[in-house]
Structures are given as C-alpha cells and as structure tokens.
T-cell receptor, first 116, second 111 residues
Framework: EAGVTQFPSHSVIEKGQTVTLRCDPI?????LYWYRRVMGKEIKFLLH????????ESGMPNNRFLAERTGGTYSTLKVQPAELEDSGVYFC??????????????FGQGTRLTVV | GDSVTQMEGPVTLSEEAFLTINCTYT??????LFWYVQYPGEGLQLLLK?????DKGSNKGFEATYRKETTSFHLEKGSVQVSDSAVYFC??????????FGKGTSLLVTP
C-alpha cells in the first residue's frame, strides 16, 4: 500500500513568486492534514480536511496560503506571493477516521520550501 | 493552550549507550501522547503512543510511560544503535484533531 506522497520534495523560489505543494493521501483516508515546521521550531498544524471540506483551518498563517482538496482526493497548498518567513518543511498527513484520541495519522516525507 | 516541551538537542551518544529524551506537556483534560521519529530523508513515523495515565508505549526497544502526576512522557532506550540516529518529536492530541508537537530532538549515534 502506498503511503502519503508529497511533491515536490524540495522547492527553491524567489520572494514574491507562487509555489504549489501537492499531497496524495493514503487511498481511502478521508482526513487530510497539513503541518509546517519552520527551522528550529515546532511542527505546527495548518489545517484539516474531511473529504473535500475544510474542517479546521485555524492554523493557516495568513491569506497568502490557500489549500484545496478537489474531489476529496489529493490536496494542494498554494503560497502566493511567497515571503522569506514561509521557508520551512511542509508535511502532509492522512488518517482513516477523524483522528480523535489515539488514531494514527500517517505522514509524508515533507516538502522543503526555501524562499530566497 | 496545549503545548509540548522537549529537551534541546543535538544529543550525541556512542553505540550501546542509554538514551533518555525528556518530554513534558501542558494540557487540559486527558490527552493522548505520542513519539514520532524522522529518519534522514524520510517522513515522520509514529514510534509509540500512550492514551491514558500510566500506560507504557513501546516499539523497537524504545519505551515511554505516560506520567500524569509529572505531566511527562520521556523516551528511553537501553542500548542505542547507529540506525537510531534521527530526529525525535514528542506530541500530544487532546480533544481536537490536530497534533501538538515539540521542537524535536536530534540524536546522533556514533560507532
């Protein structure tokens, strides 16, 4: 069974440009999450999809970030325009149910974004 | 709000040494606690978990006990190997869906 897959693995863009990250969850997982780790900091929750609906987007830093999950399958996270402080590793995770309590979320390998 | 504090790294140990990575948490209610590991070039993997007080999670020789009285979930291994070199993250999940992570502790094990 394929795990959570993220594309690209690395991205280097200039300040002001647009970048789109993609996440393919495990097949059959309705719940999809985005997290971000800025260098030396905690991994922070960004948002949570249940199928194609945004369940919780309280962690999204500002309106330069737009996440979508068309058809409830893969998800994209667009940053437009990118700023220097957006640099970090973006993780995607998926889980079979709502993830409350002890249900395991499976993570992708992350996309390392560098804004120069 | 909920938070996790774990010891700063990097931690460097010789092979077969004893490992402890400290983790304490602040949370209301009764969270579930987790240790995740990220090996070089890979994604986060669940290492072990505990869902209630006094539970002990264990996997691959690693152990951690959920101590509510000290709000701690310290990770231990009796004899580390070079292959254990990775970044270790302590995390909690409370009533919501999101995981709250610590900053991560980098472990380097030398032969």
């Amino acid at each position: 069974e394929a795990g959570v897959t993220q594309f690209p693995s690395h991205s280097v863009i200039e300040k002001g440009q647009t970048v789109t990250l993609r996440c393919d969850p495990i097949s059959g997982h309705d719940n999809l999450y985005w997290y971000r780790r800025v260098m030396g900091k905690e991994i922070k929750f960004l948002l949570h999809f249940v199928k194609e609906s945004k369940q919780d987007e309280s962690g999204m830093p500002n309106n330069r970030f737009l996440a979508e999950r068309t058809g409830g399958t893969y998800s994209t996270l667009k940053v437009q325009p990118a700023e220097l402080e957006d640099s970090g590793v973006y993780f995607c995770a998926s889980s079979q149910d709502g993830g409350r309590g002890n249900t395991e979320a499976f993570f992708g390998q992350g996309t390392r974004l560098t804004v120069v | 709000g909920d938070s996790v504090t774990q010891m700063e790294g990097p931690v460097t140990l010789s092979e077969e040494a004893f490992l402890t990575i400290n983790c304490t948490y602040t949370a209301t209610g009764y969270p579930s606690l987790f240790w995740y590991v990220q090996y070089p070039g890979e994604g986060l993997q669940l290492l072990l978990k505990a869902t209630k007080a006094d539970d002990k999670g264990s996997n691959k020789g690693f152990e951690a006990t959920y101590r509510k009285e000290t709000t701690s979930f310290h990770l231990e291994k009796g004899s580390v190997q070079v292959s254990d070199s990775a970044v270790y993250f302590c995390a909690l999940k409370n009533s919501g869906y999101a995981l709250n992570f610590g900053k991560g502790t980098s472990l380097l094990v030398t032969p």
